[in-house]
């Protein structure tokens, strides 16, 4: 069964860290551009960080560079959004989607770009 299943969302304090992780089956993440999503109550989709696939690039969006790091396990087949420096804005729920372009050497922004996406994982950011 393809399909991408997150976990590692829970209750920080302001200040913490969490380490999401997005397991993948039924495909090879390797070879496909992988992205991370939030979604806050009342509020669009937003990009936060995506992957290229094999040996391409990985980027933060503005608003998290420097406190948000995405990477994959290539053995683990899993991909991974370790968030610093957690703020109460930061509270969403958060997707791992796998974009569309098989082998592309980019990683994409946009939520259309993505045809495969997991369930979420919530985080809540509170003192």
């Known amino acids: 069964q393809v399909q991408l299943v997150e976990s590692g969302g829970g209750l920080v304090q302001p200040g913490g860290s969490l380490k999401l992780s997005c397991a993948a089956s039924?495909?090879?993440?390797?070879?496909?551009?992988m992205g991370w999503f939030r979604q806050a109550p009342g509020k669009e989709r937003e990009f936060v960080g995506g992957?290229?696939?094999?040996?391409?690039?990985?980027n933060a969006a503005d608003s998290v560079k420097g406190r948000f790091t995405i990477s994959k396990d290539y053995v683990k087949n899993t991909a991974y959004l370790q968030i610093d420096g957690l703020k109460p804005e930061d509270t969403a729920v958060y997707y791992c989607?796998?974009?569309?372009?098989?082998?592309?050497?980019?990683?994409?922004?946009?939520?259309?770009?993505?045809?495969?996406w997991g369930q979420g994982t919530q985080v809540t950011v509170s003192s």
């Open positions: 989607a796998r974009a569309r372009n098989y082998g592309s050497s980019n990683y994409f922004t946009r939520s259309r770009d993505y045809d495969l």
């Open positions: 039924g495909f090879t993440l390797g070879y496909y551009p």
């Open positions: 992957m290229a696939g094999s040996g391409g690039s990985s």
